[in-house]
């Protein structure tokens, strides 16, 4: 079975996370397999906007696949298809999430322009729980919450329900499970009536007006991910998940 199926709807190319018996996870063969879909519609001139969701109702995507990292699987950062997505791709990107988005799913739906939730979605960041930190978006939650708020997401680990990411912005609509996909859809449909030149230099100078310090919180980022991937507490993490047990977290020196 496919871990990616990728699928034309007139000009809104649909990329689909195809991994509904682990909730969506992202191992590195998936990672890999949307990073070249999405690279392939960037390359079609017939593709104007770009729609990401997961199979079934369970979940967006429940982020890293913690058994493939507990084997010592992981993706280049570089290769990442959120490092493409937060690097500047240049085509709209639309998130329909169909369900819990958690971790590295919550970081892949903020790495999208446009976020379609279903009402049953939630967004969490487990990564404090399990040794890591969530520096692949979930970092950048200041950005585009009060950082109150986004501390208490990214430090409680408690989930963010789509009708609160609502009030916060960082969901356009919610809407029930049914209508996820159209709805998605249809806001790819029409953005791609508009001039495609257009729509790219909109898109792009409205990312650049956020923060001209993006390429140095990027390293930064990068450098923590690196710092923690190699630590014993993402070990620790990893192996108490698959084990269903509680972390034993070493000493802060």
């Not at 970081?107 to 729980?129: I, K, M, Q, R, S």
């Not at 963010?160 to 806001?187: F, K, M, S």
């Not at 507490?233 to 698959?242: H, K, S």
């Amino acid at each position: 079975m496919d871990t990616v199926v990728c699928e034309r709807v007139d000009a809104v190319g649909v990329v689909r996370i195809n991994r509904p018996q682990v909730r969506n996870a992202l191992d590195p063969e998936t990672l890999l397999a949307m990073t070249d879909a999405l690279l392939g519609y960037d390359a079609d001139p017939g593709v104007r906007t770009v729609l990401l969701t997961g199979t079934g109702e369970l979940s967006f995507s429940a982020g890293m696949d913690l058994r493939a990292a507990a084997e010592g699987r992981l993706v280049d950062v570089a290769r990442s298809p959120l490092t493409l997505l937060r690097g500047g791709y240049r085509k709209p990107v639309i998130a329909a999430v169909n369900g819990p988005a958690v971790g590295g799913g919550f970081e892949l739906a903020l790495a999208c322009d446009l976020v379609v939730a279903a009402e049953h979605a939630y967004f969490a960041l487990p990564e404090v729980g399990r040794g890591i930190a969530a520096s692949e978006g979930g970092t950048d939650l200041p950005r585009r919450l009060p950082l109150a708020v986004a501390l208490e997401v990214g430090l409680t680990t408690e989930p963010l329900p789509a009708a609160r990411a609502y009030e916060l912005g960082l969901v356009n609509v919610v809407v029930p499970a049914e209508e996820v996909l159209p709805r998605a859809l249809a806001l790819g449909a029409r953005i791609a009536t508009h001039s495609p030149a257009a729509v790219l230099a909109t898109k792009r100078l409205m990312h650049l007006s956020l923060d001209t310090r993006e390429r140095d919180l990027a390293a930064a980022n990068r450098i923590a991910t690196l710092e923690l991937l190699a630590g014993p507490d993402a070990a620790e993490g990893a192996a108490a998940f698959v084990a269903k047990r509680p972390p034993r977290w070493a000493d802060v020196p």
